[in-house]
Nanobody, 122 residues
Framework: QLIESGGGMVQAGDSLKLTCAAS????????MGWFRQAPGKEREFVAS????????LYADSIQGRFTISRDNPKNLVYLQMNNLKPEDTAVYFC?????????????????WGRGTQVTVSS
């Protein structure tokens, strides 16, 4: 089970840090990812991190503003979001992958959290 937290309502330019907590199993051997879905839009890739944190992958739209990280002993994955923009408004989901490296396609992930809402006002 994956549980996201840390979402909220902020203004453009603010920062938020999302946390994904895994319970019931370790995810330290799996790649992890963050995705988001805005109303009326498809779920889109945001960021991915390999099991060892040696590799990360980001969507072009958030490159340089968001940072993904993980703490394997604590079974946690983070998404630090800086300089938020109104277009970042969405429900953010974390997921763990079938694979140990970075992946961007939703079908490459097997377990998903329920999401946390991020709303950015201008």
């Amino acid at each position: 089970q994956l549980i996201e937290s840390g979402g909220g309502m902020v203004q453009a330019g603010d920062s938020l840090k999302l946390t994904c907590a895994a319970s019931g199993r370790t995810v330290s051997d799996s790649g992890m990812g963050w995705f988001r879905q805005a109303p009326g839009k498809e779920r889109e890739f945001v960021a991915s991190i390999s099991w060892s944190s040696s590799a990360t992958l980001y969507a072009d739209s958030i490159q340089g503003r968001f940072t993904i990280s993980r703490d394997n002993p604590k079974n946690l994955v983070y998404l630090q979001m800086n300089n938020l923009k109104p277009e970042d408004t969405a429900v953010y989901f974390c997921a763990y992958s079938h694979f140990s490296d970075v992946r961007r396609a939703p079908y490459e992930y097997r377990v998903w959290g329920r999401g946390t809402q991020v709303t950015v006002s201008s």
